[in-house]
């Protein structure tokens, strides 16, 4: 055995515990640092927190005035509706009472130009006679179509939907309308698959009548189609003209009221001597095919006619029955 001197193994016994000691004091420091990390990474997740905190708050807050605002906004929304919807209730039952009050003496002016006529009168007063009558029959459909609009937009008028045997309506209306266009030296071409359609038949005759008077009216030659065909399980009807044709950019104006188009209001190339409507009978036709849920459609080009197409659901019932 190797003996060391005394102060040797002395000095070496205390480097290990130095050594030791400072692994240790470096383990704790290590701790130190790594727990004051960890509390400074928590107070910064704090701080954000209350600062987003106070964010959230304030889009709250103002998220609330908005939606109070919005709240206060439909108020006044479905105020002005019932408002307007009271006002044309009150427009209709008014139109409806005038429009009485005003045609008992158009009748009763009719009735006497009718005996006029009845008399030996000259040519001139004949002429006379019968201009006054067209004019009364103008001032009678003026009010009528008015009353009608009236009735539509209040939702009065409710179509009573059933089978229509579409044979029979387009071959009244051939009927009807032949001699009209015949005037004119027109022809009227009407076709029709033998088949029913879906829908209200009074309205559906209404629609039709006014896009053949229209038709017709501006028409200076060649001939007016009524034309009806299968398309996809419906039945696309359409009234086609070789008249002056429409701009593509009036096309989505006709169907208001009041517009004639330019061709209509200048030179309409066929409108009667006694000068074209005041521009109501597609707006009827437009609010008719709304309420029977009849897609409406228009192609026309200048100098090429014009075509509108109602689109009607097939019925499954037999042409012959309604």
């Known amino acids: 055995m190797t003996l060391h001197p005394p102060g040797l193994a002395g000095e070496a016994s205390l480097r ?25 990474g928590a107070y910064a997740l704090f701080q954000t927190a209350i600062t987003l905190e106070g964010r959230i708050r304030t889009r709250t807050e103002e998220m609330t005035a908005l ?8 108020e006044a929304l479905a105020a002005a509706k019932d408002e307007a919807e009271t006002a044309n209730r009150s427009k209709t039952r008014f139109l409806a009472a005038a429009s009485h009050d005003l045609l008992q003496p ?14 030996p009168l000259g040519p001139e007063a004949s002429l006379i006679g019968a201009r006054v009558e067209r004019g009364l029959q103008t001032i009678e459909d003026l009010i009528k179509t008015l009353l009608d609009i009236s009735k539509l937009d209040a939702g009065i008028v409710r179509p009573q939907v059933r089978p229509v045997a579409l ?15 015949a005037r004119k030296g027109l022809r009227l071409l009407v076709r029709s698959p033998d088949l029913a359609v879906l829908s209200d038949g009074l ?17 200076a030659s060649g001939g007016v189609a009524l034309v009806a065909r ?8 359409d009234v086609m003209d070789s008249g002056c044709g429409i701009a593509a950019d009036e096309h989505a104006l006709v169907f208001d009221e009041f517009y004639r188009g330019s061709a209509a209001a200048g030179d309409s190339g066929g409108a009667e001597a006694d000068g074209p409507g005041l521009g109501l009978g597609l707006s009827i036709v437009r609010r008719m095919a709304l309420a029977l849920d009849h897609p409406l459609a228009l192609a026309s080009r200048p100098g090429h006619g014009t075509r509108v197409s109602l689109t009607v659901p097939e019925s499954d019932a037999p042409a012959g029955a309604e």
């Open 230 to 237: 299968r398309r996809a399980g419906a039945v696309r009807i």
């Open 67 to 74: 939606m109070h605002r919005l709240e206060r906004s439909n």
């Open 16 to 40: 290990r515990r130095i050594a030791k000691l400072e692994r240790i004091n470096a383990a704790l420091m290590a701790h130190v640092e790594r727990s004051t990390d960890q509390r400074g």
């Open 203 to 219: 309205l559906l005759r209404r629609i039709l009548q006014n896009l053949l008077s229209n038709a017709i009216r501006y028409t």
């Open 106 to 119: 158009l009748n009763a002016a009719r009735l006497s130009i009718s005996a006029l006529a009845d008399l």
């Open 167 to 181: 044979p029979d309506l387009l071959a009244g209306l051939a009927a009807s309308f032949t001699p009209f266009a």
